[in-house]
C-alpha cells in the first residue's frame, strides 16, 4: 500500500470541495457513438463509444451509481484514451435513464452484462489488448467479476484493470452517508434512482405493490434497496444484497493486473473499508492519499488551472500491460 502519487490542490483540499469540484465546474468536448448491445437473455444496453482508431487498446469504462456519459469523470478518462489513440466503451447500466426490457435493472454487484460485453469485444479482436475501468459503483463490479473469476481459476481476455473510490462494502457506504453533509449524494442519487423506476413503472409492472407515491418515503438507500433494488434483483432484503454484493472478500483471488485508488479522506467510503496489502492478490496495488474525496483527485497550483490527475494516471497504468 501507497499514498501513491496524488498531491492534492492546496486550494481544494477539503473531501468534499475534490468531490463535487468537476461536476459543478468542469466541461468535457467528447463526440461519442452510441449504440445497442443485444445480451444473450433478451435484455439489453447502451453503449457509448469513444475514439477514431480502427485498431490498437479496448479500454471498457463502467461508471458510479446512476453515471452516464455526461458524468465529468467519465467524460474526463475517455477523453484521456481518445487523446492515446485508444477507443473506449462505455458500458451503460440496464435500466438507467431508458427502461429496460424486464423487471430486473442493474446492481452494484451484476457482472454479467460486463463479462459479455468483454468476451464479445475479445472475440472480435482476439489479438487487441482490452483494460477495464470501474469507478465507484463500477469498480465494485468490476472487482466482483475479477474476484469471481479467480476465485472459479477462469480466465478473463483482459490486459489490466484500474479502480478508483471502490466502495468495497456496499452496506457500510449506505449508512455512512445517511449522516451529515454526504446526505447531499443521498439525496441526488436517491432523485436519480427515482426517476428511473417511475420510467419503468410507465412500461412495466414491477410487481412490488408500489405506487409513484411511495417512492419519497424511500429516503435512505436502506430503504430503497430493502424495498426495491433487493427484491426486483432476486435478493432476500437489503441485508442480503449488501452482503453478495460485497467485494473485500473477494480481492484475494485477482489474478489480472489491478490498481485500486481510493483516498482516504474519500467522504462517502471510510477508510477503514480499504483493503490492507495482506488481504488483497500479490497482482493488486493500492494507492491511497490523503485527500482526493470520491472521484476528486484534483491537483494543480491555480484554481483557473485544475489538473485532473485520473486522467493521467489511469491510462498511465494501463500502458505499461497494452
Excluded at 437489503?238 to 460485497?246: F, G, I, L, P, S
Excluded at 496489502?277 to 491511497?288: A, F, G, K, M
Excluded at 482526493?292 to 483557473?304: C, D, L, V
Aim: with cysteine; charged share 20%.
Amino acid at each position: 500500500m501507497t499514498d501513491g502519487r496524488f498531491k492534492a490542490s492546496w486550494w481544494l483540499r477539503p473531501a468534499h470541495a475534490q468531490t463535487l469540484w468537476a461536476s459543478v465546474v468542469r466541461k468535457v468536448k467528447l463526440r461519442v457513438r452510441t449504440e445497442q448491445l443485444e445480451l444473450p437473455d433478451g435484455d439489453f444496453v447502451p453503449l457509448d463509444r469513444v475514439g477514431d482508431a480502427t485498431d490498437g487498446p479496448i479500454v471498457v469504462v463502467l461508471p458510479g451509481l446512476q453515471g452516464d456519459v455526461q458524468s465529468a469523470p467519465v467524460r474526463g478518462i475517455l477523453k484521456a484514451f481518445e487523446s492515446r489513440g485508444w477507443r473506449g466503451v462505455l458500458l451503460n447500466y440496464r435500466g438507467h435513464l431508458q427502461p429496460n426490457r424486464f423487471v430486473a435493472s442493474y446492481h452494484c454487484g451484476k457482472t454479467c452484462d460486463l463479462d459479455y460485453l468483454v468476451r464479445q469485444l475479445h472475440e472480435r479482436e482476439p489479438h487487441t489488448p482490452i483494460g477495464v475501468v470501474g469507478l465507484s459503483v463500477g469498480a465494485n463490479i468490476c472487482l466482483k467479476w475479477l474476484g469471481e473469476s479467480g476465485q472459479r481459476g477462469q480466465s478473463l481476455p483482459v490486459a489490466a484493470t484500474v479502480m478508483v473510490s471502490a466502495p468495497f462494502h456496499l452496506g457500510t457506504v449506505a449508512r455512512k452517508i445517511e449522516n451529515g453533509f454526504s446526505r447531499i449524494y443521498q439525496k441526488h442519487l436517491l432523485k436519480s434512482l427515482h426517476d428511473d423506476v417511475q420510467r419503468k413503472m410507465r412500461v412495466l409492472d414491477v410487481g412490488l405493490g408500489l405506487t409513484p407515491d411511495e417512492l419519497p418515503q424511500l429516503n435512505t438507500f436502506v430503504k430503497f434497496d430493502e424495498r426495491i433494488s433487493a427484491p426486483i434483483n432476486g435478493f432476500l432484503n437489503a441485508a442480503d444484497y449488501y452482503e453478495k454484493t460485497r467485494t473485500d472478500t473477494l480481492l484475494r483471488h485477482i489474478n489480472i493486473p489491478t490498481l485500486i485508488i481510493n483516498a482516504r479522506n474519500d467522504p462517502l467510503v471510510p477508510a477503514h473499508l480499504i483493503p490492507r496489502p495482506e488481504n488483497v492478490s500479490p497482482q493488486v496495488t493500492l494507492e491511497t492519499p490523503r485527500n482526493g474525496g470520491h472521484m476528486g483527485f484534483i491537483t494543480g497550483r491555480r484554481p483557473w488551472a485544475p489538473r485532473y490527475w485520473l486522467d493521467q494516471r489511469v491510462p498511465d497504468s494501463l500502458a505499461a500491460f497494452f
